[in-house]
């Protein structure tokens, strides 16, 4: 009989973690900083995935976009890859693709949008706001010394941008009134 793996190690007590490759860093280094909050945007989609009402075609983008965010944050993980595995410019295509299907069916944008509508809609702008934070992370690693894929950059911004118009996309295919910005609200 294999014996279970304990989930707890003890080895993070000090404030430290390992990379991929075993060597010890500091929890708050800024690649830890990257692919952790690649790993909250994560999360943050499976509840989006399993609020009430989610279209199983959504349902269906979102699980590809949870495992491509998992190759990212294993990249992010693995100091000295050359390239992010299972994510290439066919991926950034696709999501451009999604994006253009559910915004044909959007009028134009003329005024800002405030998050809110229905629970999809919110959730969305949540894993919106929290993929930009995403982005921002990668950068900064970036701006540290560590090369990165240009595909993680684009795809990551590309992600925004897709949450963003699902969560118009749900607002107005389910007749919920867009909430838009008013500068002059009292």
Sequence with gaps: MIKKSNVYTATGDGGQTSLASGQRVAK???RLEAYGT????NSFIGLLD???NVPGETKAVLRIVQNKLFNIGGYLATEGADSCFGLDEEDVSRLEHFIDLLDSELPPL???VLPGGSRI???SHVCRSVCRRCERRVISLEHSGVKIDPNVVKY???LSDFFFVLARFNNIHNQIEEIFWDKDCK
């Design 28 to 30: 708050d280094d800024v």
């Design 38 to 41: 690649v790993d909250e945007l």
């Design 50 to 52: 399993n609020l009430h």
């Design 110 to 112: 003329r005024r800002f």
């Design 121 to 123: 809609s919110s959730m």
């Design 156 to 158: 990551l911004n590309r």
